[in-house]
């Protein structure tokens, strides 16, 4: 069974920083698409970054220089740097993956097999 758990959320004034944990379990593929969406109340959901398992990324616009996703494939983890936080992102974060389909598939607005619980970000200005 695959389960995806989130961790680092909180309460940060803007500016500040947050780093954003997944760790999975019963998940093992040699190639895969890792992502990081984020859901604000009364918001459609937004594909923040993607990783695949070569370490290639891609960002959203709206975060990108800001954020930055990394994995540790031996601990089987994803992470989401977060830096100059602003109000805007204030959202509940959620980790989710895939196995490998290509490039083109390993993009925050593509849909993905397998997702976490979330993990809350406040950010007040």
């Known amino acids: 069974q695959v389960q995806l758990v989130e961790s680092g959320g909180g309460s940060v004034q803007a500016g500040g920083s947050l780093r954003l944990s997944c760790a999975a379990a019963?998940?093992?593929?040699?190639?895969?698409?890792r992502v990081w969406f984020r859901q604000a109340p009364g918001k459609e959901r937004e594909g923040v970054s993607t990783?695949?398992?070569?370490?290639?990324?891609t960002y959203a616009d709206s975060v990108k220089g800001r954020f930055t996703i990394s994995q540790d494939r031996a601990k089987n983890n994803l992470y989401l740097t977060m830096n100059s936080l602003n109000p805007e992102d204030f959202a509940m974060y959620y980790c989710?993956?895939?196995?490998?389909?290509?490039?083109?598939?390993?993009?925050?607005?593509?849909?993905?097999?397998?997702w976490g619980q979330g993990t809350q970000v406040l950010v007040s200005s």
């Open positions: 989710g993956a895939k196995p490998w389909a290509g490039y083109s598939s390993c993009e925050p607005s593509r849909d993905f097999d397998y």
């Open positions: 019963g998940y093992i593929y040699w190639r895969d698409c």
């Open positions: 990783i695949a398992s070569n370490g290639r990324a």
